[in-house]
């Protein structure tokens, strides 16, 4: 079997048995035919991770029994039409591949029936529902962003609108102060904002600071915090309304690198948009969830446990703890 989970930051790639043994990884860059410089800069990752992986396992494609991809970027209809062609073809597989939002694959990874909502916060937010009957919904453009890279850019908007006192004062100040060693706020957005200054992404370390003094008592960090969530939620709450899925009982996988913070008030501020829900937080690493998907297409009986302990767990650890509180 052939399982990929590709992100904006990275695609890892695994080829296992029908056991779930794992046989061999690769890894690769951004696989989001959005957000890669092309489509085809995209499936060129897919398919190199893939193929890294099989060459690792010591077989060809031409072995696989199936193969699924759990990807962001597999947003609308076209986009899966692309995809599924581009890499069967790229690939050589026998059979059309199996292509997931990456929301669905995540679902897989909390889910043993694979039905209820997945709420994913890592560089991005993805957000998805799927009930029984096969029906799922997922966007890749929601209107309101909920990833880490959120998290972390309303931290920073907090510090400059303080420093010009459009706004309240903030630990968060001190915290992007020292991280960035800048000697003022004003110097910091001139950092971020200058020809040649810190590269997008960087911003990304705040996110978990936010998270830890919003545990630590600071009142604009909770509002990001509490905000972030209720928007998570609410999204979870859109998806399965879209697909008449009864919120009372289902399943909530909480998954993605935010998440993997110490924090409960995350959690807590999406489960409140959630009445009746079931939110539970996935430890299995999301291509777990894709193996698995694979697996299924063979009808191969697996312990789900035994699958996510045998695959890299490789999510970033940008937001899973703070070297603020360390």
């Known amino acids: 079997m052939l399982a990929v989970d590709g992100g904006n930051t990275k695609t890892l790639a695994v080829v296992a048995g029908a056991d779930g ?110 009930r029984a009957d096969g029906r799922v919904f997922h966007l890749g453009f929601w209107p309101d962003g909920a990833g880490g890279r959120h998290i972390a850019r309303a931290g920073l908007r907090a510090v400059y609108h303080a420093e010009l006192r459009m706004g309240p004062p903030t630990a968060l100040t001190a915290a992007a102060l020292a991280l960035w060693d800048a000697p003022d706020a004003i110097e910091l957005l001139h950092a971020f904002t200058r020809r040649g200054g810190i590269p997008t992404g960087e911003e990304d370390r705040l996110a978990p600071v936010v998270l830890d003094l919003a545990d630590e008592g600071d009142a604009v960090a909770q509002a990001i915090v509490e905000a972030t969530g209720s928007t998570l939620g609410s999204q979870a709450r859109a ?80 937001w899973a703890a703070s070297a603020w509180s360390a």
């Not at 059979?95 to 929301?103: E, F, G, K, M």
């Not at 009372?248 to 009445?275: I, K, M, N």
């Not at 969830?289 to 699958?307: I, Y």
Request: hydrophobic share 50%; glycine share 12%.
């Open 21 to 130: 043994r794992l046989l061999g990884t690769g890894r690769a860059g951004c696989a989001d035919i959005y957000n890669a410089p092309t489509p085809e800069r995209a499936l060129d990752g897919i398919a190199a991770a893939a193929a890294a992986a099989l060459a690792e396992a010591g077989i060809g494609s031409e072995d696989l029994a199936a193969a699924a991809f759990g990807l962001a970027g597999a947003d609308w209809p076209e986009d899966f039409v692309l995809l599924e062609r581009a890499l069967q073809e790229r690939l050589g597989l026998r059979t059309p591949p199996l292509v997931v939002n990456d929301a669905l694959g995540a679902l897989r990874a909390g889910s043993a029936d694979w039905t209820g909502i997945a709420v994913v916060s890592g560089t991005f937010n993805a957000v998805g529902a799927r």
């Open 239 to 318: 998806c399965a309304a879209r697909i008449e899925l009864p919120l009372d009982g289902a399943r909530v996988v909480l998954a993605g690198g935010v998440f993997s913070h110490p924090t409960d008030r995350l959690a807590r501020a999406v489960a409140a948009e959630l009445p009746g829900a079931e939110p539970v937080r996935c430890a299995a690493p999301p291509v777990s969830g894709v193996l698995l998907l694979a697996l299924d297409r063979v009808g191969a009986a697996v312990d789900a446990e035994a699958v996510a302990a045998g695959v890299p767990d490789e999510r970033s650890a940008a």
